[in-house]
């Protein structure tokens, strides 16, 4: 198993410009979902999904969007990007809501100028 | 607003010592509470967790403690090695949802 694949590591946009973060995992998780970590403030939920069709807002959600088709996959959409938006971005998912572990993707490393 | 503050911010430990980091929760709500490891340049993963219904649990040389009526619970790694510096965060799961509030990560340095 390839376990949580993120594409692609790093990325340079200017402000404006839209893009899709790619997440995969191969592991028939039911759950996913994006955070974002930036120094000094730990890793903080976008959005999650509870499985395809089904998804939700976290703490930080505005300027992005997700959707999820199918079980696999859960991608996340930079609108229209900003600085602020300058972040390290991971993707995780697991296999039931309940005290089960999350397993991360290695990240993707997104600059907007 | 941040739910989970973890401290300290750093750490700094000699081989073969013990390292604490404390964190502290408002949300009553919260029902587990996993911490994770992060090295350089990867995803967190996780290394031990505990529901609020448990005191302690040990796996290996990591121990959670947890005292549910301070709202607040520790991560304490014995016989530190150098192979445990890496980024640690705590985390707390509002019951009934996937949603998790991490803290804001203790980076420790284990001295050789």
């Known amino acids: 198993n390839a376990g949580v694949t993120q594409t692609p590591k790093f990325q340079v946009l200017k402000t404006g410009q839209s893009m899709t973060l790619q997440c995969a995992q191969d592991?028939?998780?039911?759950?996913m979902s994006w955070y974002r970590q930036d120094p000094g403030m730990g890793l903080r939920l976008i959005h999650y999904?509870?499985?395809?069709?089904?998804?939700d807002q976290g703490e930080v959600p505005n300027g992005y969007n997700v959707s999820r088709s199918t079980t696999e996959d859960f991608p996340l959409r930079l609108l229209s990007a900003a600085p602020s938006q300058t972040s390290v971005y991971f993707c995780?998912?697991?296999?039931?809501?309940?005290?089960?572990?999350?397993?991360f993707g290695p990240g993707t490393r997104l600059t907007v100028l | 607003q941040q739910q989970v503050k973890q401290s300290p911010q750093s750490l700094i430990v000699q081989k073969g010592g013990i390292s604490i980091i404390n964190c502290a929760y408002e949300?009553?709500?919260?029902?587990?509470f996993p911490w994770y490891q992060q090295f350089p340049g990867k995803g967190p993963a996780l290394l031990i967790a505990i529901r609020p219904d448990v005191s302690e649990k040990k796996e290996g040389r990591f121990t959670i403690s947890f005292n549910k009526s301070a709202k607040q619970f520790s991560l304490h790694i014995m016989d530190s090695q150098p192979g445990d510096s890496a980024t640690y965060f705590c985390a707390a799961k509002t019951s009934g949802t996937y949603k998790y509030i991490f803290g804001t990560g203790t980076r420790l340095k284990v001295l050789a």
């Open positions: 999904s509870v499985g395809a069709g089904i998804t």
């Open positions: 949300n009553t709500a919260f029902d587990y």
């Open positions: 995780a998912s697991s296999f039931t809501r309940d005290y089960h572990e999350q397993f």
């Open positions: 592991m028939n998780h039911e759950y």
